[in-house]
C-alpha cells in the first residue's frame, strides 16, 4: 500500500495553520475541479486533495496521522503499526467515502465504522457527540479486571490556529475477559452540547500491548517454549509458565519442534473461556567446547538421520 504526505499533496508545510490549510485547499480545489478544470489529471488530483484536506483539517486525524511520521522511502510498501492511532480520542464517526485511498481506509475507515456503529440511533436533539478512543492494555487487565488509569490525547487547534493536544485521564473499570476489539462505553463521557442537554457517551476500543512471554488470539493465549532435543525425543515433564502461575508440562515422547499441547480453558477467561497453548521449539545445546562437540559426534555416527530426506536432494 502507498503512503500518502497529505502534507505534500496539499503544498503545506507539517507546522501549518488551520487557516493555511484551508486557503491551501480552496486554491487546489478550484484549480483541478473536473467542472472547470483543463488539467488532463483534474479528476484524481481533486479526489487526493480532498482526501487529503479531509484528515488535516479534523485535528483529531490530523494529530493521529502525524504519527506516522513522513512515512516509508519512495517505492516502500506501508501498513499501518498495530498500536496506529492508540490513545487519541476521536469525535463523531468521521468520514466514509468509497472514493477514498486504501490508505485512508486503513487509517481511518475502520474507525469511521466503529464510531457510526456507537451512533445507535443516530442524531439525538440535546444530546452531545459521541467520542471514541482506542487503547492499549496489558494482558493482565483482561486476565483480571479491574481499574485502569487511561491518558487520552485530545487534539484542538489553538488561538493561533495550530494543532496542539491536551491530556485527558480517566479511571475506567476494565471488564475481565474482554477482548480485542470489543468497547467500554463510558455513558456521559462524550461531547457536550451546546446550551442545556446530556453529553454523548466515550466507546473505547481495546487493543493489547505485546507480551514478552505471550501471544493473544481471540480467547486463545500461546507460548513458544524451549525444550532440549532429548526432552523431546524421549519424553518429559518441565516446567512452563503460565498466565496464571507454574504448571508441570508433560512432554509427550517423539514431540517435535511445532508439537502444540492444549491447556484448555487457561486463556483468557471470556465466556467461554479460552484455550492456553504451548508451542514447542528445539533449543540445541552449543558445541563450544570439546566435550560437546564430541557428543554431537557420538550422535552423528549412532543415528541415521537426514533432515532432508523428504526434499528429494
Known sequence: MEF?????????????????IKQAYRKLARKYH????????????????????????????????DQLGKGPRPGEDFRPPPDWGAGFEFSGAGARDSDYSDFFEALFGARARAGADNRRGGFHPGRGEDHHAKVLLDLDATLHGGTRQLSLRVPEIDAEGR????????????PKGILRGQHIRLAGQGARPPGEGTPGDLFIEVEFQPHPLYRIDERDLYLDLPVAPWEAALGATV?????????????????????K??????????????????ILQIALPAANDDKAKAAYAAMAAALPFDPRA???V
Open 163 to 174: 494543532l496542539v493536544s491536551k491530556e485527558r485521564v480517566l479511571n475506567v473499570q476494565v
Open 310 to 312: 523428504n526434499l528429494g
Open 4 to 20: 500518502k504526505d497529505y502534507y505534500k499533496v496539499m503544498g503545506v508545510a507539517r507546522d501549518a495553520t488551520e487557516a493555511q
Open 34 to 65: 473536473p467542472d472547470v478544470s483543463k488539467e488532463k489529471d483534474a479528476e484524481a488530483r481533486f479526489k487526493e486533495v480532498g482526501e487529503a484536506y479531509e484528515v488535516l483539517k479534523s485535528p483529531e486525524k490530523r494529530a493521529a496521522y
Open 261 to 278: 499441547l492444549r491447556l484448555k480453558g487457561r486463556g483468557i477467561p471470556a465466556s467461554p473461556p479460552g484455550d492456553f497453548y504451548v
Open 239 to 259: 516446567k512452563s509458565p503460565t498466565p496464571t502461575g507454574t504448571v508441570d508440562l508433560k512432554i509427550p515422547a517423539g514431540s517435535h519442534a511445532g508439537t
